[in-house]
């Protein structure tokens, strides 16, 4: 039985993923952000700022891992994190003007992967995909 005959939703999920977050690394590398941090930068942005809890949970992470991972783009200038004014325990992300060129940077190259992603596996599979993928995440989201 080979890696990918492994009757296991989880290993299939995760084996998924490990590819297609590899494509879309390489696709947009050239905006010098990885796909990660695109995608705290762009929820960030659509939401508008966030605590460190509400975009771990946006993220489906544990804030010990979300913080790893903020303080790259924290450091570039991409994000600023400060204290609530109605509660100093709480830390609010921001995306910075900054953070917003560089998205946009970004945001070019990742439409390039996700049309390029759709010319591969097709436009009509890839939009079920996604429905199929977030029907799961919910029906075992705790």
């Known amino acids: 039985m080979s890696a990918l005959e492994i009757p296991c939703y989880s290993f299939t999920a995760r084996h998924a993923s490990r590819h297609l977050a590899q494509f879309y690394e390489h696709m947009i590398i050239g905006s010098g952000i990885h796909i990660q941090q695109f995608t705290i930068l762009a ?54 003007p900054k953070g917003k060129e560089k998205l946009e940077v970004a945001i070019k190259l990742w439409r390039k992967a996700q049309a390029e992603f759709e010319s591969r596996f097709g436009v009509e599979r890839a939009a079920k995909l996604r429905e199929e993928l977030r029907a799961a995440a919910e029906a075992v989201a705790a």
């Open 43 to 96: 929820i960030i942005k659509h939401k508008g700022p966030l605590s460190i809890i509400e975009l771990a949970q946006a993220l489906a992470m544990d804030r010990t891992t979300l913080a790893r991972s903020l303080n790259p783009i924290e450091r570039d200038s991409y994000i600023s994190i400060a204290s609530s004014k109605e509660d100093r325990r709480i830390r609010i992300v921001s995306i910075t």
